[in-house]
Nanobody
Framework: QVQLVESGGGLVQAGGSLRLSCAAS????????MGWFRRAPGKEREFVAT????????DYAESVKGRFTISRDNAKNTVYLQMNSLKPEDTAVYYC?????????????????WGQGTQVTVSS
């Protein structure tokens, strides 16, 4: 069974940085692609970033390209999201998710396993 637990959220001023972590349990982590999504108040959950099983391939939403970096450590069963130059519009609950094999990377429907989320609030 897969369990995902996010941490690292908090309150930060605009221009600041945060690093989110997602610790995974289960034997499939190191062979699975992972993703980060977010949901802002009153909005749908949206794709943020994805990384393949080895960490050799990543992709990002246009809104975070150049500011956010996704990475993973398979020895620690952990995926990270480094967020720099944060903006008030980045305020959301951030979720990590484990992708189903061959599923789309950009839609929540491709991810059957989700963490509980961690709140990120960026003040102006």
């Amino acid at each position: 069974q897969v369990q995902l637990v996010e941490s690292g959220g908090g309150l930060v001023q605009a221009g600041g940085s945060l690093r989110l972590s997602c610790a995974a349990s289960g034997r499939t982590f190191s062979s699975s692609a992972m993703g980060w999504f977010r949901r802002a108040p009153g909005k749908e959950r949206e794709f943020v970033a994805t990384i393949n099983w080895s960490g050799g391939s990543t992709d990002y939403a246009e809104s975070v390209k150049g500011r956010f970096t996704i990475s993973r450590d398979n020895a620690k069963n952990t995926v990270y999201l480094q967020m720099n130059s944060l903006k008030p519009e980045d305020t959301a609950v951030y979720y990590c998710a484990q992708r189903q094999s061959s599923a789309t990377a950009y839609s929540p429907s491709g991810y059957p396993y989700w963490g509980q989320g961690t709140q990120v609030t960026v003040s102006s």
